[in-house]
């Protein structure tokens, strides 16, 4: 028996107990007064109860709510560790290519030394002298001591350009290292980032597991979701007595001329449809203000027309949402999503991409809610939907 129904009937027995025991008047006052006293006890006991049951499920669905904008934090720095560590993996890729050409460079240099230093020893310690005083005149001994000179300019030349390249090999052996150590840090920050990503979700997944065994809890999440209907009903009618867009702009895009051609917001199909649904358990009757799409994490979701931007945040019970307004009281609202790329105030066209598809909000994994509003009465998006 779920635990409300539980707590009422100990609410009804305790009433009741007077009329079971037969208490009369003539039995005396005392033994009256106990017996009220502990009925009260009961009571009291009872509704601390009922409250406690209240409190859990309001904590849950907080829970719910945390636990999404933890996930969403966590997947932004996971996302900033896997940028980190690409940009590591090709800074080092880039540093190893540095690494390389400067110990060709270095490899051509002390080639060159090595002949130089072979032909040096053939001519030995006097082949110089004997090369300048061979000369036949005195033109002859200017031009034979120039090609000395620039052949001892060539040779400083080769030691100052090896050192060179030998600094330079050091310093990028050095940039190597250094650039390996940075790889392995955001390897490592990446992996940390990752794990408790996977940790937080399995949290989720395993809060969803217990409401779906629990009827009752459930339930109470269904209330909930329909507390935050209501409150995005309210939402979006004040949104439509704010309307901020120009006339020729609404005459212009006449959104109302566009039912049954607007294009799907998203590529996945129908899962969740338009209007009344009944609980098998407890007959009652909840109402779909929109569809939901069977999505994949990440996928793009696109506006369905020209609008303004007019909400794009969080919003209690559809996670991370974005409001278009298309003008004449017309919205579009687009629920569970992952990453927003659109900002308050700013229009977008259709079909322009305005978020990926996420479970933000969502108590079934990855979707997509859409919805048509008119005002606050809300519209079947299928009817609309190309």
């Known amino acids: 028996m779920p635990l409300r129904r539980r707590i009422l009937v100990a609410l009804l027995a305790a009433a009741w107990i007077p009329l079971a025991l037969g208490v009369s008047a003539e039995e005396g006052s005392e033994d009256e007064g106990s017996k009220l006293e502990d009925l009260r006890a009961q009571i009291l006991e009872a509704r601390e109860r009922v409250g406690a049951s209240e409190r859990e499920e309001r904590d849950l669905f907080e829970r719910l709510e945390q636990l999404d904008r ?11 560790a896997r940028r980190l560590a690409k ?11 540095r690494a390389g050409e400067a110990t060709a460079r270095l490899e051509k240099t002390r080639a060159a030394m090595t002949r130089r230093v072979v032909a040096l020893y053939k001519m030995g310690e006097v082949g110089p002298l004997r090369v300048l005083f061979s000369s036949g005149s005195l033109q002859d001994l200017f031009s034979r001591a120039s090609t000395l000179r620039k052949l001892l300019d060539h040779d400083a030349d080769l030691v100052a350009r090896y050192r060179r390249d030998h600094e330079a090999v050091e310093k990028a052996r050095s940039n190597a290292e250094e650039g390996v150590r940075l790889r392995d840090l955001a390897g490592r920050e990446l992996e940390s980032r990752r794990s408790e990503h996977e940790s937080e979700r399995a949290n989720k997944t395993q809060l969803l597991a217990k409401v779906r065994e629990d009827r009752t809890l459930e339930r109470s999440l269904l209330v909930e979701l329909e507390r935050a209907a209501r409150a995005l009903e309210e939402k979006l009618v004040s949104l439509g007595e704010s309307s901020r867009l120009d006339v020729a702009t609404l005459d212009a895009m006449d959104f109302a001329a566009q039912k049954g051609k607007l294009p799907k917001p998203v590529r996945g199909s129908v899962q969740t ?3 009344r649904v009944v609980d098998d358990e407890y007959g009652t009757e909840t109402f779909n203000k929109g569809i939901e799409f069977e999505v994949d994490h990440g996928d793009s979701v696109r506006a369905v027309a ?3 931007v007019r909400f794009a945040g969080w919003f209690r019970g559809y996670g991370k949402i974005v409001i278009l307004d298309h003008g004449r009281q017309y919205f579009t609202v687009s629920g569970h999503l992952a990453e927003l ?27 997509f809610y859409f919805e048509v509003r008119q005002g606050g009465e809300p519209l079947d998006p299928i009817g609309w939907l190309d």
């Open 70 to 80: 933890s996930l969403d934090r966590m997947a932004s720095q996971l996302a900033d």
């Open 87 to 97: 940009r590591a993996a090709e800074a080092l890729a880039r540093t190893e290519a």
């Open 273 to 275: 449809r338009f209007g």
């Open 306 to 308: 020209f609008g303004e």
């Open 341 to 367: 790329f659109v900002e308050v105030g700013q229009t977008v066209g259709r079909g322009d991409t305005i978020a990926t598809a996420g479970d933000t909000g969502s108590l079934s994994g990855p979707s």
